[in-house]
């Protein structure tokens, strides 16, 4: 049976660029413009709202 995969919000630490991922299907990237590892911002669930 394969995981479910669950969309978080990634962050790059240095100049706050943000990405949607898949975990586990995607690892977490690297930003573009920095060259660092980003960190994961929050867990997205359907239904938020602000």
Not at 3 to 32: D, H, N
Not at 42 to 48: P, S, T, V, Y
Request: hydrophobic share 35%; net charge positive.
């Amino acid at each position: 049976m394969a995981e479910p995969t669950q969309p978080v919000e990634v962050v790059c630490p240095r100049c706050r660029r943000t990405q949607i991922i898949y975990i586990p299907k995607e690892a977490v990237p690297v930003c573009p413009d920095c060259h660092v590892k980003m960190v994961l911002r929050e867990i997205l669930r359907e239904g938020k709202s602000y």
